[in-house]
């Protein structure tokens, strides 16, 4: 049986929005990619909080290229792989932009590469953040900075994906953040976020 890693953030792992909790197995995304693709065996790591490259001072292990070399050790041998990072780089806190951002991407990308062929590889660029993700009763680890940073993680990522010679589509493309936090997927995105997935897995023939 061939295996799928899908490596991400919260909206890999599934966080409902405006909660601690998280979706049920057939409810988030990596599920539904499960199910449809039923001679797969879909990896999900996902992480809140997760970055490409930077550390978090208040939360530990959330430094994603320090973690891909233990998950793709212990998940050896893969086939393929899903990368959706991004939108926690974008924090004010670490003060970066999207090239710098897309440059870590780039460094997660080659450990994969270690790996996986990039041919194999799926770069999926994040959803925007909401307009008012920065505010108070929302997420203020996050500025009105952070909004545009979000949205121009894309056309930074389209140049990494072609320099390394692996799959990319825009989840912004599809889905946007619920209202509720104006930062994580609704039920109905992870829904519509699989379906696209699904789609740029079968046509890169990624399995």
């Known amino acids: 049986m061939k ?20 979706y049920s197995w057939g409810v988030r995304w990596t599920s539904i990619l499960q199910q449809k693709l039923q001679n797969v065996r879909v990896l999900e790591e996902g992480l809140c909080g997760r970055t490409t ?5 208040y939360r530990k292990n959330r430094n994603g290229l320090e973690s891909l070399p233990e998950i793709l050790e212990s998940s050896y041998p893969l086939d393929a792989a899903i990368i959706m990072l ?35 590889i799926l770069v999926v660029s994040p959803i925007f953040l909401g307009e008012n993700v920065w505010k108070e009763e929302y997420d203020p680890e996050f500025d009105t900075r952070s909004v545009e940073t979000a949205k121009k993680l894309y056309s930074e990522y389209k140049k990494v994906a072609l320099e390394k010679g692996t799959n990319i589509i825009s989840a912004a493309d599809y889905v946007q953040p619920s209202e509720a936090d104006q930062e994580h997927l609704t039920a109905q995105g992870h829904k519509i976020l699989a379906n696209a997935i699904l789609n740029a897995v079968l046509s890169a023939s990624l399995v």
């Open 3 to 22: 295996q799928l890693l899908c490596f991400g953030d919260s909206n890999t792992w599934g966080l409902i929005p405006n909660t601690k909790d998280r």
């Open 53 to 57: 490259i930077f550390d978090d001072a």
């Open 86 to 120: 991004g939108t926690n780089d974008c924090k004010s806190y670490y003060n970066s932009n999207s090239f710098k951002i897309a440059k870590g991407l780039g460094l997660c990308i080659d450990e994969l590469s270690k790996y996986i062929s990039p041919e194999k």
